[in-house]
T-cell receptor, first 111, second 116 residues
């Protein structure tokens, strides 16, 4: 089955800096890669997603890049703010909308 | 976006009892729903795929007799934790997607189960 690895597990940045989280996947058939933000005790919220026919997607301060050849994708957050502090999960799916999640990154944005 | 509602949000039960958790898609029909389990500071682990009108598909290592899943309609899936024990205490969360692939997964609010 699919295996998704995510790094780093924790990330501390100063407010206004950029944050980058990286994921790799194993199943070459995977073609949909969402990123979720989860606050403590809450449901995951989709922040951005990318399909395999696209190499990059941007939504304001958030961007995702995908390298299908290398089987890795990354989340980029620019101009970080304290409210960006949360746990971020990458995920992938190759069929049937069944998601495999990465291990998560605890992002802390310090003032 | 679409809405998935999960109830209850919190439940405390005694060891040996059973607990039922409901997952509803409020504004769309979902032939498939997914149940996840999440331990503190850990990722979401898929437990099973709930299929409307047929048996659920369980992931390796998940006891199907302990975690009973029923998907009797296109908008409702239920997860019953049978004979609960303290080690079953966890955050359980469901998801569903609108028809088509790939489409965004919408998550329920999650259920915090505590077995005492």
């Amino acid at each position: 089955g699919e295996n998704v690895e995510q790094h780093p597990s924790t990330l501390s940045v100063q407010e206004g800096d950029s944050a980058v989280i990286k994921c790799t996947y194993s199943d070459s058939a995977s073609n949909y890669f969402p990123w979720y933000k989860q606050e403590l005790g809450k449901r995951p919220q989709l922040i951005i997603d990318i399909r395999s026919n696209v190499g990059e997607k941007k939504d304001q301060r958030i961007a995702v890049t995908l390298n299908k050849t290398a089987k890795h994708f990354s989340l980029h957050i620019t101009e970080t703010q304290p409210e960006d502090s949360a746990v971020y999960f990458c995920a992938s799916t190759g069929g049937g909308n069944k998601l495999t999640f990465g291990t998560g990154t605890q992002l802390k944005v310090e003032l | 976006g679409a809405v998935v509602s999960q109830h209850p949000s919190r439940v405390i039960c005694k060891s040996g009892t059973s607990v039922k958790i409901e997952c509803r898609s409020l504004d769309f029909q979902a032939t498939t729903m997914f149940w996840y389990r999440q331990f503190p500071k850990k990722s979401l682990m898929l437990m099973a795929t709930s299929n409307e009108g047929s048996k659920a598909t369980y992931e390796q290592g998940v006891e199907k007799d302990k975690f009973l899943i029923n998907h009797a309609s296109l908008t409702l899936s239920t997860l019953t934790v049978t004979s609960a024990h303290p080690e079953d205490s966890s955050f359980y969360i469901c998801s569903a997607s609108e028809p088509g692939f790939p489409t965004e997964a919408f998550f329920g609010q999650g259920t915090r189960l505590t077995v005492v």
